[in-house]
C-alpha cells in the first residue's frame, strides 16, 4: 500500500522560505516523477512542480523562480523549496505521483502554508 507523509508547512510572512518534505513508502520511489500540488480553499487542486526520475523539472508559471523541487531516492523523499512566498501561495500541499493516469495513489493529508502578515 502507498503511503505519502508529507511535512514542513507552517505560518509564514510574505518573502518567507519553508522547505517541505514528503516521505513515501509502498513504491519502487526512484522510477517515478513526483509532482507537488496544492489546493487553496475554495478552489481546486493544481500541479506546481514535477520532477521525473531522471531529475528533469517543471514548474508552474505562478511558481517560476521561486520553487525548487528536488528528490532523494535513498531516502524516499521528494523536497519542494519555496522562496519569496506570497499570500496566494497560501494552501494545502500534497506531494503525489505524476502523471495522475499512471501513479494515482491515495492522497496523503497534506501540509498546509499560511502566508500571511
Known amino acids: 500500500q502507498v503511503q505519502l507523509v508529507e511535512s514542513g508547512g507552517g505560518l509564514v510572512q510574505p518573502g518567507g522560505s519553508l522547505r517541505l518534505s514528503c516521505a513515501a513508502s509502498?513504491?519502487?520511489?526512484?522510477?517515478?516523477?513526483m509532482g507537488w500540488y496544492r489546493q487553496a480553499p475554495g478552489k481546486q487542486r493544481e500541479l506546481v512542480a514535477v520532477?521525473?526520475?531522471?531529475?528533469?523539472?517543471n514548474y508552474a508559471d505562478s511558481v517560476k523562480g521561486r520553487f525548487t523541487i528536488s528528490r532523494d531516492n535513498a531516502k524516499n523523499t521528494v523536497y519542494l523549496q519555496m522562496n519569496s512566498l506570497k499570500p496566494e501561495d497560501t494552501a494545502v500541499y500534497y506531494c503525489?505521483?505524476?502523471?495522475?493516469?499512471?501513479?494515482?495513489?491515495?492522497w496523503g493529508q497534506g501540509t498546509q502554508v499560511t502566508v500571511s502578515s
Open positions: 520532477i521525473s526520475s531522471g531529475r528533469s523539472t
Open positions: 503525489n505521483g505524476y502523471p495522475r493516469s499512471i501513479a494515482a495513489w491515495d
Open positions: 509502498g513504491i519502487i520511489f526512484s522510477i517515478y516523477a
